[in-house]
C-alpha cells in the first residue's frame, strides 16, 4: 500500500481510538494495537507518535486535530469535545464489513456496465482508507466467493440497461439450444436479472404478443433502435416471477403441488424452501409433505428431478406423469 494511504489508514484508527467512549485516553501502546490489528502488521509506537504530531499539524498537510496527551490519564484525547477528523466513524468489525463487501464488488469487475465498481472501491478506500487488497491470500483462505464459469453475454447488459430506460427496442439473433437453431428476435427489454451466475433479459415481443426470457450468453448481434416506444403498464418486476422456480415463467396460472420428501433430505428442503409459498402438510420421522403454488415448467421440473429418490411427486396427476417419464427415459439410458 502506498505510504500516503497507509498513513491515512492510521489516522482514521486513532482518530476511531480517541472517539472511543469506551475506551478512552488510549496510551501510545494502544493506538499502535489497533493499527496492527488492522493492518495485519506490527505498527511501532514510533510510527504512531509522528502519526499524532501529523495529525496535529495544520491544513492542508496535517488535519489540525487537537490531539492532547493527559497525564493524570496517562493516555490521548481530542482536547475539542466531539472533534473527528472523519464524519462517519468506523469500528473495526465495519471496516471488515466494508472490506468484505469490496471483495464483493470485485466479483463484477468484469462487467461492462458495473466497470464504476472498480472506481466505487477506490473510492471507498480513500474515503474510509480499507487496507482492502482482493489478491490478499489470507482473506482468500477464510472467504471464498462463488465464481461464474463463463463471461459470454456480460457485453450486453450496457445495450439492454439503456434500452429499458429510454424504452428502446433491441433487435438481435439467439441461440436456442433445446431445437438447435437461431432465430432473429426483437424486443422491447423491461427487465435484467441475474440468476445463478448468469443473465437474462425479459422483454415484450410484439410479434407473439408476450413477454419472453432470453439467455444473454446465447445473444448474437445485438442491435439497439433508438426510438421511444409507448409505455406499457402491464410488466411488474416485482410480479413477473413470483409463482416461479428459477428463470422461467411457465405457461398459465400457479399450480398447487404437492411434493413428499424423504428424511434426511426434508429437513434440507425445509431449511431452503423451493418456493415462498410451500407450506407443511404432514411431517412425520420418515417424511416431510408440502405444498406450494408454481409455474410448472423446465426448472421445476429438473429441480425435482435433481432430488431423486428423495422426492415424490404426489399432485396434480400431469406432473406425476411428466416426472415418470422423464425417469423411464433416464433409466433406459443405463439398459443399454
Known amino acids: 500500500m502506498p505510504l500516503n494511504k497507509d498513513a491515512l489508514t492510521r489516522y482514521r484508527i486513532i482518530d476511531n481510538c480517541l472517539n472511543d467512549r469506551q475506551k478512552r485516553f488510549p496510551t501510545i501502546q494502544d493506538l499502535a494495537n489497533a493499527c496492527s490489528r488492522v493492518l495485519k502488521r506490527d505498527i511501532s509506537t514510533s510510527t504512531i507518535e509522528k502519526d499524532i504530531a501529523a495529525m496535529k499539524a495544520g491544513m492542508p498537510n496535517g488535519e489540525q486535530a487537537p490531539i492532547v496527551y493527559s497525564k493524570i490519564e496517562k493516555g490521548y484525547a481530542y482536547g475539542e469535545?466531539?472533534?473527528?477528523?472523519?464524519e462517519l466513524r468506523l469500528e473495526e468489525e465495519e471496516w471488515e464489513s466494508l472490506?468484505?463487501?469490496?471483495?464483493?464488488?470485485?466479483?463484477?469487475?468484469?462487467?461492462?456496465?458495473?466497470?464504476?465498481?472498480?472506481?466505487?472501491?477506490?473510492?471507498?478506500?480513500?474515503?474510509?482508507?480499507?487496507?482492502?487488497?482482493?489478491?490478499?491470500?489470507?482473506?482468500?483462505?477464510?472467504?471464498?466467493?462463488?465464481?461464474?464459469?463463463?463471461?459470454e453475454g456480460y457485453q450486453w447488459i450496457a445495450l439492454f440497461y439503456e434500452?429499458?430506460?429510454?424504452?428502446?427496442?433491441?433487435?438481435?439473433?439467439?441461440?436456442?439450444?433445446?431445437?438447435?437453431?437461431?432465430?432473429?428476435?426483437?424486443?422491447?427489454?423491461?427487465?435484467?436479472?441475474?440468476?445463478?451466475?448468469?443473465?437474462?433479459?425479459?422483454?415484450?415481443?410484439?410479434?407473439?404478443?408476450?413477454?419472453?426470457?432470453?439467455?444473454?450468453?446465447?445473444?448474437?448481434?445485438?442491435?439497439?433502435?433508438?426510438?421511444?416506444?409507448?409505455?406499457?403498464?402491464?410488466?411488474?418486476?416485482?410480479?413477473?416471477?413470483?409463482?416461479?422456480?428459477?428463470?422461467?415463467?411457465?405457461?398459465?396460472?400457479?399450480?398447487?403441488?404437492?411434493?413428499?420428501?424423504?428424511?434426511?433430505?426434508?429437513?434440507?428442503?425445509?431449511?431452503?424452501?423451493?418456493?415462498?409459498?410451500?407450506?407443511?402438510?404432514?411431517?412425520?420421522?420418515?417424511s416431510t409433505r408440502i405444498k406450494l403454488a408454481v409455474n410448472i415448467n423446465p426448472e421445476l421440473i429438473q429441480k425435482i428431478l435433481g432430488y431423486g429418490a428423495n422426492c415424490r411427486v404426489l399432485k396434480p396427476a400431469a406432473l406425476r406423469t411428466i416426472i415418470s417419464s422423464e425417469l423411464m427415459n433416464t433409466l433406459a439410458h443405463y439398459e443399454k
Open 81 to 86: 469535545f466531539g472533534f473527528s477528523i472523519s
Open 99 to 151: 472490506a468484505y463487501a469490496a471483495n464483493l464488488l470485485h466479483q463484477y469487475k468484469e462487467v461492462p456496465l458495473f466497470k464504476s465498481f472498480k472506481d466505487a472501491i477506490q473510492k471507498i478506500h480513500s474515503r474510509f482508507t480499507i487496507p482492502y487488497d482482493h489478491e490478499d491470500e489470507d482473506f482468500e483462505q477464510l472467504v471464498q466467493f462463488e465464481q461464474g464459469n463463463s463471461t
Open 163 to 286: 434500452a429499458i430506460k429510454k424504452r428502446y427496442i433491441i433487435q438481435f439473433e439467439y441461440e436456442n439450444i433445446y431445437k438447435a437453431e437461431t432465430k432473429s428476435y426483437s424486443i422491447q427489454p423491461f427487465l435484467l436479472k441475474e440468476y445463478r451466475n448468469r443473465w437474462y433479459v425479459i422483454g415484450w415481443e410484439a410479434e407473439r404478443e408476450m413477454y419472453l426470457t432470453f439467455a444473454l450468453d446465447r445473444i448474437k448481434n445485438a442491435d439497439s433502435h433508438p426510438v421511444t416506444q409507448k409505455r406499457r403498464f402491464d410488466f411488474n418486476p416485482r410480479q413477473f416471477l413470483r409463482n416461479a422456480i428459477g428463470i422461467m415463467e411457465g405457461d398459465g396460472s400457479a399450480t398447487e403441488l404437492e411434493l413428499e420428501f424423504f428424511a434426511p433430505i426434508d429437513k434440507l428442503v425445509l431449511l431452503d424452501p423451493l418456493h415462498t409459498s410451500q407450506d407443511i402438510i404432514k411431517q412425520t420421522k420418515k
